[in-house]
C-alpha cells in the first residue's frame, strides 16, 4: 500500500493539475488513484471506485487489457519512434491510416480516405483551424477566414482549442477567443427551449441561430462549423432529431465546410465508430482522439473528407504544419491492436443493440426520482439534471452546489460520475455488462438520495 500522506505532500508541492483549484487541492489532498482493472479504479487507501467516465470518456475497451500492453511492447522494441516528416513513414501508421479510412463509413458520397495524425483531440483542432484556413486560401477565398463554433462547447485547451470551444471560463483567462472564431447557442432544450415548445421545433430553430450568424457576418467570410455531435464535457446535451439535418442544409447551402468533433463520440461511444453516421451528417473533417487508443496512449488526429484532401493535395504543395509525434509508431500499433480488440469483441455493436438500449431503459427509471428533472442518454453517455421543482422545471439557486454535493456522494459511494453545474453525467467503458450497469444504477440511485437528504436536512 503506497504512503498517501506522502503522495499527496509531493504532488501539492510539485505537480500542477490540469483544471483543478490548487488552493482546494493542498487542504484536501487529492486522491491517489494506483490501479485500474475492467471498470473498476482503486485509491492508495483500497477502495475501489467504480469509474462511469471511462477515466475522461477515453478508456473504452476498459482497464487492464495485456493486448493494447503487449503491442506498445512489442512496437518499441521494433521501432520506438521514427517521424513522418521530409517523406518517410512507418508501418503501424500506414496501417492505423488504412484502418480508420476503412472504419468511416462513405456518407452521400462523401469518403474519408485520409488522416492526419496528432497526439490529442486540442492538437487536432489546432489542425482543423489551420487546414480549413488553407482549403479557402488554395481555392482562391482568403477572406473566408471565420470558423462558427458553439456556446459551452469544448473543443480542447490549447489557444485554438480554447477558443473554438465556447467555456466562458476558458475564454475569461487569456483573452479568449483569437479572432475570426464566434459561438451560437447550444441545442439545449432544457434549457433554451420555449414553454410549449416541441422538441422539433426547438431543434429547427436552435439550428436557425447558425445561419442568423452566417448572414450577420456575410457567408463569404464564413469558412467553417464546428461542433460535436453530443456535446460532451458542456453537460452532454444530446440536440433533437431535427438538429442536424438543418445544420447540414444551412452548410451546404451556404457552401461552408462542417467539422465533426467526435474526440468524445466515436468509437463505440454512440454506438457506431463514428457519430456523423448516427446523425447522417457529412462532415468534411472529423477530429478523433481518446476512445482510438482507448486512452492507453496519446493519439489524436483527422478524418479528412475527400472535398478538402482533393485540394490540399492536388493543389497545396506543402502544408506547413505537423507534430513530432504525428503517426507516432507505438501509440499507432496500440490504437491498431485498440480497434481490433472492438471489433472482435463487438463493442460497439454491443453498445447499439444491447448494452446502450437497455442504459437508455434503466436511466429513464431515474426520471421517478424527486431531484431528476431530465434523464437522457445516446449510446453509452448519459446526463440527469437535477431540479428543485420538477413540475416547474425549476432549477437550484447556483450557490447550493447541488452537482457538487452529489458527486461528493458518489466519490464516498465508490462511483465516478462527473458534475457539470447540476448536471450529472457518465460515458461508462463499453465492456460495460448489464449487470453492471444494473450495479452502477444501484449506486446511482443510492447517491441521489444521499443528495436529496442533505438538502433536505
Ligand atoms: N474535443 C472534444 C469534444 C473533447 O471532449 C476534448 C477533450 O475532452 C477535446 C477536444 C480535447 O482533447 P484533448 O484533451 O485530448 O486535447
Known sequence: QQDTKAIQALDSAHYLHPFTDHGDLATRGARVITRADNIYIWDSEGAKILDAMSG?????AGYGRKELADAGYQQTMTLPFYNSFFQTTNVPAVQLATKLAQLAPEVRGRKFEHVFFSSSGSESNDTNVRMVRRYWDLLGQPQ?????????????????????????????QGDL??????????????????????QADFGLRAARWLEEKILSIGADKVAAFIAEP?????????????YW????????????????????????????????EKFGIRPDLVTFAKGVTSGYIPLGGVMVGDRVAKVLIEKGGEFNHGYTYSGHPV?????????????????????RDDTGPYLAERFEELRG????????????????????????????????AVGMRCRAHCFRNGLI???????????PPLVMTREQIDEMMDLIQRCLDATLEELRA
Open 245 to 276: 439535418p438543418e445544420i447540414q442544409r444551412i452548410v451546404d447551402k451556404h457552401g461552408i465546410l462542417l467539422i465533426s468533433d467526435e474526440v468524445i463520440c466515436a468509437f463505440g461511444r454512440l454506438g457506431h465508430w463514428f457519430a456523423y
Open 331 to 351: 501509440a499507432c500499433a496500440v490504437a491498431l491492436a485498440n480497434l481490433e480488440l472492438m471489433e472482435r469483441e463487438k463493442l460497439v455493436e454491443r453498445v
Open 177 to 198: 477567443p483569437i479572432p475570426d472564431i464566434v459561438h451560437i447557442g447550444q441545442p439545449h432544450f432544457f434549457e433554451n427551449a420555449q414553454p410549449g415548445e416541441s
Open 144 to 172: 473566408r477566414k471565420v470558423i462558427i463554433s458553439r456556446q459551452n462547447a469544448y473543443h480542447g485547451s490549447t489557444m485554438a482549442g480554447a477558443s473554438l470551444g465556447g467555456m466562458s471560463g476558458m475564454h475569461a
Open 230 to 242: 453530443v456535446q460532451g464535457a458542456g453537460g452532454v446535451i444530446i440536440p433533437p432529431a431535427t
Open 56 to 60: 475522461l470518456w477515453c478508456v473504452n
Open 417 to 427: 460520475m462527473r458534475a457539470v453545474g447540476d448536471r450529472m453525467i457518465i460515458a
Open 369 to 400: 426520482h424527486p431531484l431528476v428533472g431530465a434523464a437522457e442518454t445516446c449510446g453509452f453517455v448519459a446526463g440527469l439534471v437535477l431540479v428543485k421543482n420538477k413540475a416547474k422545471r425549476q432549477v437550484f439557486d447556483e450557490s447550493l
